[in-house]
Structures are given as C-alpha cells and as structure tokens.
C-alpha cells in the first residue's frame, strides 16, 4: 500500500507518471518498435498540498510528469492541472481493499465504497478477524482503514460503478487501485475469519477479473498498485494474470522496502526485474514506486538504472521516485533522458549493462564485488565529466547519456 498521512479522510496524494496504452508481448529486455522518441520514464508522487502547489506553479515540471493521480477531495484541481499539463491524463486514487472509518471527506472519499455507506446498508462486506468475538479487521498500520470482502460479487460491482461514477463527476481519465494485493498485508496474513492466504490471493484477482475490464470498457484506465511477494512463484503467477485485465500495472516496493531500508542486491534485486520482464511481457506498460529521502542520489540512479535494464520502449512504463518530504526531487541527473534502447541488457562480470540511442547504462546489484565497466566510448559520469570507463560498488547504477 503506498503510505498515506491522514488529512481529512485521507490526505490528498498525487502520483505523476507517464502511462500509455498497452503494446505486443515482449521478450525480457527486448525493444519495441512502437516506442516514440521522447517517450517519458519519469514519474513523481506529491503527497501534500505544497508538492500540489509544486505541479501547478513550477515551470519546469512539465518537463517530466505527463500522468496524474489525486486524491478524489482534491478533484476542483483537476481543470487547473489540466490546463497545466494538457498531454496528461489524470487518475484518481482509491482504495480497493479498505475503507476509511472517518466519512467526512464523502462523497469524495479516498476508497471506492463509503464507509458510513456501507456500514449503513452492506455489513456483510466487511471482513472479520479469527480473534475472540470476531471483530472488524482493520490494519494495523492504518487504524482508521476497515478491510472490505473484495471476493463479494456485489462489493465488486458497487466499487466499479461508485468509481465509475465518481470519474464522471470530476472529469478523472482513471483510477489508481491501491491495496490489490496478492497476499492480506497489514497484519492480516492469517487473520482473516473469511478466507485463508491463499483464498485472498483468489479473491484479489476475482475482483480484478471483474472491475478492470469494467473500467476500461466505460473509456477509463485501470492501473492497480499490486502488492505480492516477488519471491513466491504463487503470486507472481497471479501477478501476471492481473497485468491481462488492467491498463497499466504498478509495483510499490521497487529495488527496496521503505526509505532508509537496504537497497535489493542479487537475488531480491534479480526477482524485481523479472517481475518487471513477466509484466511488460504481457504487454502492459510497467509503473513502480521507490522510496528515498529526497537528497539520496545513489538510490536515486540505481533505481532509474535499474528500471532501465528492463524497460521495453513502451510508452506508459514509469519509474516514481516517493521522498517522505515534501519536496519532489526532479528534475536531476539521474532523470536524464538517454532516448530509446537498442539492445536487450547483458552481463558484465558481477554487473549488467544496456545501450540506448543517447547514452548507456550499467548496474552493479551485487552486495559485496565492485565492477569496471569499459564503455568504448565517452559517457558522462553524472558529475560533469566524459569517462571512458566507470568502476561501480555494490548496489549502485549510472544512467550515462553519450558526450557530445
């Protein structure tokens, strides 16, 4: 689940990033001819009002962010963010798995069914725990969020419909779906009175089974923020069968866990790549969240290389970069554009390399061998300087665009 702080039901949070349509299957690290030169791969998150005031006051911001995500009470902003970023599309975030308790912000509430609605006239949606009495589950990390039954056909096809209905009213082009996850999370995991683990993971994609392809027969995109262990063959099975009946496929939690946290090395590094291979292998455009302080450049840039290492050319995969502050860390060297690729990526000792039409880039993802990368040519070092060759320690990339 992408992190919220609570401000009125939930506080307002935007996520920019260039999303598409989707493509033709391809092979991992391929490259499609239908990509366009000047494709974006840079995404933001603003989570408050001031990086709100950021996007529609910043000149330079347009430079970068083409898709935008609010939150549904700040829906009077979408005609001045339009105007701003006429290229954009703009989506509106709602919870799949949740609803928040506290129902002042309704009806222009951060899930896609009220909480008061629901209480009210559908108590059966509600999940329990297996504790003594069987209350309401909430999670644990968000109090204030009830856990909803979405295996309930009905749930599903009332939370399409209020979704629906609410990108009507505002002028939304989509819906970001946060909390599809492939296991409970949020302390639930073997909590759940109605469904075991397993049988979750089941009712996860029924509901997307049934309100993606709602969703998009209505006109809208469906992009969901899919929560799954990369590491369990189970759900990354399912995460492919989501990426069939979605729009665009979001994966939070990319090449590390929360801001401060280890970055990925080796095998857990390697499972967030070939997630990305299986996705964008369906032909669905690939989004993923990577949380950092705004000031952590090295995390920056082995992000970005890394997503690069696995982009196909699609126009609509993304890479979002979330700063706890409030400051929105773009535009920097490590967002520079290198165009297009030309290659699929390749080994390079205990690192791997990939060449773009504007420059290259190279990943070392081991957790203790540093690697020399010869480049046969002239690359900027991100620090103003033309090398010809680079030597990266462990968990560290460059995305290196060619000197003139």
């Known amino acids: 689940m992408v992190s919220l702080p609570r401000l ?24 499609t001819a239908a990509a366009s030169t000047g494709t974006s791969t840079i995404a933001a998150i603003a989570l408050d009002y001031s990086q709100m005031q950021y996007l529609l006051t910043t000149e330079t911001a347009s430079a970068h962010f083409r898709y935008i995500v609010v939150q549904d009470h700040w829906h009077e902003n979408v005609p001045a963010l339009r105007a701003k970023y006429p290229d954009s599309k703009i989506l509106v975030y709602k919870n799949v798995a949740a609803t928040n308790s506290d129902c002042s912000a309704d009806p222009y509430q951060s899930s896609g069914i009220s909480y008061c609605y629901a209480d009210a006239t559908h108590p059966e ?10 209350p ?87 992009m969901p923020n899919v929560g799954l262990a990369t590491w369990d063959p189970a759900q990354t099975d399912a995460a492919r069968d989501v990426a069939l009946h979605v729009s665009v496929y979001n994966r939070e939690f990319f090449v590390r866990w929360e801001e401060g946290s280890a970055l990925f090395t080796r095998t857990t590094w390697s499972n967030d790549l070939a997630l990305m291979d299986e996705i964008v292998g369906a032909g669905t ?8 302080s705004a000031t952590d450049v090295a995390a920056q840039r082995y992000a970005r290389a890394t997503f690069l290492l696995g982009w196909d050319g699609q126009d609509g995969s993304a890479l979002m970069y979330r700063p706890s502050a409030d400051s929105i860390p773009y535009p920097a060297p490590w967002a520079t554009d290198i165009g297009l690729p030309m290659a699929a990526r390749y080994a390079v000792g205990a690192g791997w390399r990939r060449e773009f039409d504007g420059g290259t880039v190279v990943v070392d993802p081991s957790a203790t061998t540093s690697q020399t990368f010869a480049l046969g040519g002239a690359y900027s070092d991100g620090r103003g300087r033309c090398v010809t060759s680079v030597t990266l320690a462990p968990a560290t990339g460059l995305v290196m665009p060619r000197c003139p």
């Open 8 to 31: 009125r039901a939930v506080a307002g949070i935007f996520f920019i990033m260039a999303v598409g349509t989707k493509g033709p299957a391809m092979a991992a690290g391929s490259v």
């Open 125 to 134: 949606w509600f999940l329990h725990s297996t504790a003594a009495g069987h």
């Open 136 to 222: 309401r589950l909430t999670f644990c990390d968000y109090s204030y969020l009830s856990a909803m039954d979405i295996g309930n056909v009905d749930y599903q096809r009332r939370w399409a419909g209020a979704v629906i209905h609410a990108m009507r009213r505002s002028g939304f082009d989509g819906v970001m779906m946060d909390d599809t996850n492939l296991y409970p999370g949020h302390c639930m995991d073997g909590q759940i009175l109605e469904y075991s683990d397993a049988e979750y993971r089941q009712a996860t994609l029924a509901f997307i089974h049934a309100v993606g392809p709602a969703i998009m027969s209505a006109g809208y995109i469906a």
């Open 285 to 292: 455009p690939f989004n993923t969240v990577v949380y950092g």
